[in-house]
Every structure is written in C-alpha cells, then in structure tokens.
C-alpha cells in the first residue's frame, strides 16, 4: 500500500484553529522530514476551484488531511469539483483534537476513513450529480 | 476578474532540512502560499505550470518569501490576504434544493447549475462573517467553515440542532419588509425629533442603534446590515432572486419536499 498523502492546512485568515496546535503539527511534520503539502488556506483554493484539489483527489492512494471538521472539508472539496475518496480518506480535526494526535495519525500507514457517509439518518436523499 | 480565473503561484521545496523549513513554511503560509515539501531530489514540475517555483535548499524564510514575492509579481499571480475566503458550504447530503437561500441572499452569491440545482457561483460576493443565509436553511446544510460553531462551522447536525429556533430566522423579517418598516418607523419618529434638533449625526446613531439591535437577535454583523442597499433596491434584488429561484424550482426535476 502507497504511503498516505500528507495535506496541512494553515487556516490563515482566522483563529478558529488554536495557533498552538497548528504550529505544533507543522513543527512536527517538518522534523519528520517527510513530504507534504501546505496549505495556507483550504477554504480559500476551494472558492477558486483550484487545480491543487483535482491533483490530491486524482493522486493514488490514501489522503490524510489536517484542517477542521471531516463534513465542512468532504465539501469545500466536493464544491471544487474534486470528490474525496470515502474509503481512503481521513480528516484530523485540529479545532478538537490534540496535535500529538494528529501527528500520530497523519504518520501512521494504516487509514481510518471518516468522511460523513452520503446517507445519513433523518438526512434528505443525496442530489449526488454535484459531485 | 472572477476568483477562478485568477493565476496563483505555488511553490516546491526541495532538500530544506526540518528547523530551516519550518520557518520557510511559517512565513510562505501566512502570505496565502500553497507550498509543495518533496523529498525528490530531483522535483520535475508539471509540464506547463509557470505558475510553480521549485526551490532547492532554504537560505532564509526571508530570502525565500523575497524570491516568492518577486516571482508572484512577474506572473502576474494573485496576492493573497486581501480577500478572506468566507463564505456558504452547502453540504449536499442534507440540502433539498427548496432554493430559500438563493431567495433570501441579497449579493448574488447562489446561482444554479445547468441542471437547476442550487450551487454557491459567487464566493466572494458574500459579506465576511454573516451566516444569515444559514440560518434560513431548513436543513441546516448551509456551513461556513471559519464560523465559532457547530453545527455551522461543519461539525455534526444533531436533531436539537434542526429544533432549536436559533436556527430559523423568518426570511420575509430580514427580506426588506419588516426591517425597513421598523427602520422608517424609528427614522419618523426619530425624524421629528431631529428637525427640531437639527442633528443628522443623531439620525444616524438612531439609525446604527437599531442595526446593532438587528444583528445581536439574528447574529448579523452591523457593517452588513450597514452596506445593504437601499430600501427600493432591496425590494428589487428580493423580486429578482425570487424569480430566479421559482425558475429553478419550476425546472428542477430533483426538488425534494
Ligand atoms: S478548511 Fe477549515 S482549517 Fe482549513 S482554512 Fe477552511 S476553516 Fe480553516
Ligand atoms: S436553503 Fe434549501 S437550497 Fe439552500 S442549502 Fe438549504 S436546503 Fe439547500
């Protein structure tokens, strides 16, 4: 199995992700010395569709991503016409999760994929063509 | 120029070794770079990017944004951090396509795709740090990432969520009609009282005052309410994305009540 790709995401218009936590990560996955892609701001090349999103979702492999909630990034994705891969994907939230956590996810081989599944209980019907 | 036109610049780091990179990396995302850190020795960038900086070793984070900047600017790239990308998420799992956000949103910033489904065309249309939209949203499938909380901010829907009455704000309230009713009414009766004063700063104050009112109940920031258009245009733009909306609704196969 390919080793996951790494992505970060720096949210760096706003603190609603503890400064100490995000630099804590970076710190971390810079000592690693392992390749990786930062991103200043996730929200931002979503709202230009930037190409950078197709490449991630086109690359083979497992993604792991370190920026917020799993829901709020399975569609800023989605909204820049690049579909997470649901099997393959996991989301370190680091509004709520430590940094030691989330290092140790992001560096772990194995995926525990955690995107919201389409068709959640009491959820409308997906409209799905979108994606 | 639209924001998905606008040329950006990524960079690639090569061989910079763990404190040096940090450092780099700290400055290059704080000025809105997307920074690839490869362990390639020899990176070959796609062809036809000349919107890629490879750079092999770091010298200094200054050096380096300096080197960044420079190339920015040659490519006519983008500069980040005069936008602050805030705007609606829809999460598609929850939305139904009843078009309430597209009527109620007075800036542009939903449209429909060509098949007459809701989509959010004009990102940075939107006003910074109002969620408005997705507090009219029946199924609150409005998110807006940088918000304080959930489920908002994207965090999970629960059922209290879809119960609780801070999540339902009457359109027609904050459509033009009773706003600016009770804005007139205030402004007459703080008008009569200010021909005798003869304080236009005083209307004003009259007028922010209640603004702020506004926006401590429904959440809204007062420089939105503050940068709506007049009461005419308003009525104006409310026929027009009303119409826009009952088009898509009279087209759309998919709508689900
Ligand atoms: S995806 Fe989340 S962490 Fe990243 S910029 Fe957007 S709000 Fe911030
Ligand atoms: S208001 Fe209606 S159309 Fe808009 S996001 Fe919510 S469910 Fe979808």
């Known amino acids: 199995m390919s080793n996951p790709q790494i992505i970060y995401c720096h949210c760096a218009y706003a603190q609603v992700v503890p400064k100490e936590v995000k630099e804590a990560v970076l710190r971390k996955l810079c000592d690693a010395n392992i390749p990786f892609e930062a991103v200043a701001d996730l929200c931002e090349l979503s709202a230009r569709r930037d190409a950078g999103l197709q490449r991630i979702v086109t690359t083979t492999g497992p993604i792991k991503i370190a920026a917020c909630y799993p829901r709020a990034v399975k569609w800023l994705f989605a909204a820049a016409q690049a579909r997470l891969p649901a099997d393959s994907t996991e989301i370190l939230n680091m509004r709520v999760q430590t940094a030691e956590e989330i290092f140790e996810r992001l560096l772990n081989p194995e995926v525990k994929p955690n995107l919201p599944a389409s068709e959640q209980p009491g959820a409308k019907p997906n409209l799905s063509s979108h994606v | ?257």
């Not at chain 2, 600017?73 to 829809?90: D, L, N």
Request: charge should be neutral.
């Open chain 2, 1 to 257: 120029m639209s924001l998905k036109d606008q040329k950006t610049l990524r960079l690639v780091l090569t061989e910079a070794p763990g404190a040096k990179r940090y450092h780099a990396l700290q400055k290059l995302l704080e000025h809105g770079y997307t920074v690839t850190c490869t362990t390639e020795t020899n990176f070959q960038a796609e062809s036809n990017h000349s919107n890629v900086l490879v750079v092999t070793g770091v010298t200094s984070s200054e050096n380096l944004l300096e080197q960044a900047e420079t190339t920015r600017s040659q490519i006519e790239a983008v500069k980040h951090g005069e936008w602050k990308p805030w705007f609606p998420v829809i999460d598609y799992d929850r939305c139904t396509n009843c078009m309430q956000c597209l009527s109620f949103c007075l800036f542009g910033v939903y449209g429909v795709d060509q098949n007459h489904k809701i989509e959010v065309q004009n990102n940075d249309s939107c006003k910074t740090n109002c969620p408005a939209c997705s507090r009219v949203c029946p199924e609150a499938a409005i998110m807006f990432p940088k918000y304080k909380t959930g489920p908002i901010n994207g965090d999970a829907v629960t059922a209290a969520d879809l119960d609780r009455e801070k999540m339902k704000i009457d359109i027609s309230a904050l459509l033009g009609g009773d706003v600016y009713s009770m804005l007139r009414t205030r402004s007459e009766r703080a008008q009569s009282r200010f021909s005798k004063e003869r304080d236009p700063d005083k209307a004003l104050k009259e007028r922010q005052r209640c603004l702020v009112k506004l926006a401590e109940a429904g959440d809204i920031p007062p420089e939105v309410l503050m940068a709506l258009p007049s009461p005419e245009e308003i009525i104006q733009r409310a026929e027009v994305a009303k119409a826009k909306a009952a088009a898509a609704l009279q087209n759309s196969p998919q709508q689900i009540s």
